[in-house]
């Protein structure tokens, strides 16, 4: 039994830790509190949801999806948060929780606050190894992840792209003086974070075969966030390990203490996590700056 | 004996004077109710910009402790029989207290982690009063919550009520604003603007970041207790982390830090879905662009640092510095 929990905390931790790396991106580089991330990359997953219900082939349902959560991002970073860049922490976070509300209120008036099936047209058959269930949709979910987070982590360390990333995360002013195009890099980090979201964001209605107007916010910014902080601020190792600990722990909380219960367990953990390791598992290696 | 009246108290005596001879003058009773909520949501923004406007302490649980004042008051009194008055103050010393505890636990928390435990703190609240069936009956709510009463004399009419509740926002922005005058409200701003350059003025961080929540958290609690006795009934479904960010988004409208534009932005967010029905509808919508389009132009509100209301203040104070000619050159 606690191995098949074992195994469901792995497979929504995956999940999670798609939607973090793109969260994480954000945060990391501008320190910025995106709370608008999981509201546009559920417009980006109701676009696919609509696109896939004309009957398209799904996996082109899926890019059109990326490529929204894309575009949406861009603009928005251009509009709402590039004016606000150097005001403090609290203005440019009030200015993205207006964005989520936008967002979530194009959802509420194109598709309504009800559950969708969005299964991708799935059939997943399940293999048994001793006892434990293994459904091929987890075992996918978990390798189409992999694949992902090695790209991005790819991206990251070896291109020049993913350098001048790096750059502008520990200081704008430097970065630009070197020749980093500022503006450019990053509003393609909201837009990859973006199509990450999405892509994660498809992945986790599959595995539940649905679609409703909450996976933005409860179940996307806010598992992210906590995935992020649990590993450490801008650190792409701690994203993916700490949203794989958050899903191990939601797995196992639901299985043994009470499924009622889990938010608010899940919550208090996190928020004794915070009290003793404020810095997260692992800290980004730059000092405060004063 | 000279007693000099500055123009913004000129202003606010006329304001007050003006509430307390509206009922006599208007007489439905839907539109006095939208007063009385506004009244009572005035004091949770107020006590928002204390703690965000003032203390720069970001903080999206509010609802959690409205919702723990106003489930204190409404088991005291339904299931134990306390009088109103007890039951009231009851509720706001223990929101106070749990805000202190919270407080103490955050202390040391910078920007985020302070946001996130109180989001955090705001969704264990939720599913708190949602599942202890025996306490807080879950999806049922408590009803029949008696109304406020002081010896015997119920406000239990919507007029009635409207003077309880004028008082009681007058007395809280009051203390509010003494506080914020004072010592006190002096170290929250240091605090605020920059709290290593504070550490180093002798301000003790820790200590001024505990008492500004713990006050905090008493008038919302307060506040909170009030309102299940106004509607004599407790919803735990009014108490969301929705709920929280609209309330705060009541004192970003007026301005982070004015006091009088915390009763513009409630008033502003408390009458416009009444205006028109299908507004519900696009509420959010509005409250996005809203949020964003102020970030973007006025981001410390309508009525605080170089808004909109001290932009007229001040072409009006250059108007009249011209006119009484040699006045001080700045």
Same mark, same amino acid.
């Given at each position: 039994?606690?191995?098949?929990?074992?195994?469901?905390?792995?497979?929504?931790?995956?999940?999670?830790?798609?939607?973090?790396?793109?969260?994480?991106? $954000?945060?990391?580089?501008?320190?910025?509190?995106?709370?608008?991330?999981?509201? $546009?990359?559920?417009?980006?997953?109701?676009?696919?949801?609509?696109?896939?219900?004309?009957?398209?082939?799904?996996?082109?349902?899926?890019?059109?999806?990326?490529?929204?959560?894309?575009?949406?991002?861009?603009?928005?970073?251009?509009?709402?948060?590039?004016?606000?860049?150097?005001?403090?922490?609290?203005?440019?976070?009030?200015?993205?929780?207006?964005?989520?509300?936008?967002?979530?209120?194009?959802?509420?008036?194109?598709?309504?606050?009800?559950?969708?099936?969005?299964? *991708?047209?799935?059939?997943?058959?399940?293999?048994?190894?001793?006892?434990?269930?293994?459904?091929?949709?987890?075992?996918?979910?978990? $390798?189409?992840?992999?694949?992902?987070?090695?790209?991005?982590?790819?991206?990251?360390?070896?291109?020049?792209?993913?350098?001048?990333?790096?750059?502008?995360?520990?200081?704008?002013?430097?970065?630009?003086?070197?020749?980093?195009?500022?503006?450019?890099?990053?509003?393609?980090?909201?837009?990859?974070?973006?199509?990450?979201?999405?892509?994660?964001?498809?992945?986790?209605?599959?595995?539940?075969?649905?679609?409703?107007?909450?996976?933005?916010?409860?179940?996307?910014?806010?598992?992210? =966030?906590?995935?992020?902080?649990?590993?450490?601020?801008?650190?792409?190792?701690?994203?993916?390990?700490?949203?794989?600990?958050?899903?191990?722990?939601?797995?196992?909380?639901?299985?043994?203490?009470?499924?009622?219960?889990?938010?608010?367990?899940? =919550?208090?953990?996190?928020?004794?996590?915070?009290?003793?390791?404020?810095?997260? *598992?692992?800290?980004?290696?730059?000092?405060?700056?004063? | 004996?000279?007693?000099?009246?500055?123009?913004?108290?000129?202003?606010?005596?006329?304001?007050?004077?003006?509430?307390?001879?509206?009922?006599?003058?208007?007489?439905?009773?839907?539109?006095?109710?939208?007063?009385?909520?506004?009244?009572?949501?005035?004091?949770?923004?107020?006590?928002?910009?204390?703690?965000?406007?003032?203390?720069?302490?970001?903080?999206?649980?509010?609802?959690?402790?409205?919702?723990?004042?106003?489930?204190?008051?409404?088991?005291?009194?339904?299931?134990?029989?306390?009088?109103?008055?007890?039951?009231?103050?009851?509720?706001?010393?223990?929101?106070?207290?749990?805000?202190?505890?919270?407080?103490?636990?955050?202390?040391?928390?910078?920007?985020?982690?302070?946001?996130?435990?109180?989001?955090?703190?705001?969704?264990?609240?939720?599913?708190?009063?949602?599942?202890?069936?025996?306490?807080?009956?879950?999806?049922?709510?408590?009803?029949?919550?008696?109304?406020?009463?002081?010896?015997?004399?119920?406000?239990?009419?919507?007029?009635?009520?409207?003077?309880?509740?004028?008082?009681?926002?007058?007395?809280?922005?009051?203390?509010?604003?003494?506080?914020?005058?004072?010592?006190?409200?002096?170290?929250?701003?240091?605090?605020?603007?920059?709290?290593?350059?504070?550490?180093?003025?002798?301000?003790?961080?820790?200590?001024?970041?505990?008492?500004?929540?713990?006050?905090?958290?008493?008038?919302?609690?307060?506040?909170?207790?009030?309102?299940?006795?106004?509607?004599?009934?407790?919803?735990?479904?009014?108490?969301?982390?929705?709920?929280?960010?609209?309330?705060?988004?009541?004192?970003?409208?007026?301005?982070?830090?004015?006091?009088?534009?915390?009763?513009?932005?409630?008033?502003?967010?408390?009458?416009?879905?009444?205006?028109?029905?299908?507004?519900?509808?696009?509420?959010?919508?509005?409250?996005?662009?809203?949020?964003?389009?102020?970030?973007?132009?006025?981001?410390?509100?309508?009525?605080?640092?170089?808004?909109?209301?001290?932009?007229?203040?001040?072409?009006?104070?250059?108007?009249?510095?011209?006119?009484?000619?040699?006045?001080?050159?700045?």
């Amino acid at each position: 039994m606690f191995l098949q929990h074992l195994v469901n905390g792995l497979s929504i931790g995956s999940v999670y830790a798609l939607i973090a790396i793109g969260y994480n991106m $954000v945060y990391g580089i501008l320190e910025l509190l995106n709370f608008a991330h999981g509201d $546009v990359y559920a417009v980006g997953c109701f676009v696919s949801f609509a696109l896939f219900a004309t009957g398209i082939n799904p996996i082109l349902a899926i890019l059109a999806g990326a490529v929204s959560g894309y575009i949406i991002n861009i603009i928005v970073e251009k509009y709402a948060y590039r004016p606000v860049r150097f005001s403090g922490r609290v203005t440019p976070t009030i200015s993205a929780v207006g964005i989520a509300y936008i967002m979530r209120n194009v959802i509420l008036k194109i598709w309504g606050p009800e559950t969708y099936s969005f299964g *991708l047209g799935f059939r997943g058959t399940q293999i048994e190894i001793g006892g434990l269930v293994i459904g091929t949709l987890q075992i996918y979910i978990f $390798v189409i992840a992999v694949i992902l987070m090695i790209s991005i982590t790819f991206l990251m360390k070896k291109t020049k792209v993913g350098q001048g990333i790096i750059a502008i995360s520990q200081s704008i002013p430097t970065a630009a003086l070197l020749g980093v195009p500022v503006n450019r890099t990053i509003s393609l980090v909201y837009g990859l974070g973006g199509a990450l979201g999405v892509l994660g964001g498809i992945l986790f209605c599959t595995y539940y075969d649905s679609i409703f107007v909450g996976i933005g916010f409860a179940l996307g910014t806010m598992k992210a =966030w906590m995935s992020c902080i649990v590993g450490g601020v801008g650190s792409m190792k701690g994203a993916i390990i700490g949203a794989m600990i958050l899903g191990l722990s939601e797995s196992l909380v639901a299985g043994y203490l009470s499924t009622t219960y889990k938010d608010a367990v899940i =919550w208090l953990i996190l928020i004794v996590f915070i009290l003793i390791k404020p810095q997260g *598992l692992f800290p980004a290696q730059i000092a405060e700056k004063i | 004996m000279n007693i000099d009246i500055k123009k913004g108290n000129k202003i606010s005596i006329l304001v007050v004077i003006f509430a307390i001879f509206l009922p006599l003058v208007v007489k439905n009773e839907y539109f006095i109710r939208v007063i009385n909520v506004f009244f009572l949501y005035s004091v949770v923004a107020l006590s928002i910009n204390l703690i965000v406007g003032i203390c720069g302490l970001l903080d999206m649980g509010r609802a959690a402790f409205m919702g723990l004042g106003a489930y204190c008051s409404a088991i005291l009194s339904v299931k134990l029989g306390v009088p109103f008055v007890l039951s009231f103050i009851i509720a706001g010393i223990f929101t106070g207290l749990v805000g202190a505890i919270l407080g103490f636990l955050c202390r040391k928390s910078t920007f985020d982690y302070l946001t996130l435990v109180t989001i955090g703190f705001n969704v264990i609240c939720q599913v708190v009063f949602l599942n202890w069936i025996s306490l807080t009956n879950g999806t049922m709510g408590i009803r029949k919550i008696p109304s406020p009463n002081f010896g015997g004399f119920y406000f239990d009419t919507n007029i009635s009520f409207y003077y309880f509740a004028l008082a009681f926002l007058l007395l809280c922005y009051v203390i509010i604003k003494r506080i914020c005058k004072s010592k006190l409200g002096r170290a929250f701003e240091a605090i605020r603007d920059d709290p290593i350059a504070a550490e180093y003025a002798g301000i003790n961080v820790e200590f001024y970041k505990i008492i500004n929540f713990s006050i905090g958290s008493l008038f919302t609690g307060l506040t909170g207790a009030l309102f299940v006795h106004y509607t004599q009934y407790a919803s735990p479904y009014n108490y969301t982390l929705d709920e929280s960010i609209y309330q705060l988004q009541m004192a970003i409208l007026g301005g982070l830090g004015s006091l009088p534009g915390s009763l513009l932005g409630t008033f502003i967010l408390v009458a416009l879905p009444e205006i028109s029905r299908s507004f519900y509808e696009y509420r959010l919508l509005f409250v996005g662009i809203l949020m964003v389009v102020m970030m973007l132009y006025y981001p410390n509100g309508l009525l605080g640092k170089s808004g909109v209301g001290e932009k007229i203040f001040s072409l009006r104070e250059k108007f009249e510095g011209h006119q009484k000619a040699g006045g001080k050159c700045e």
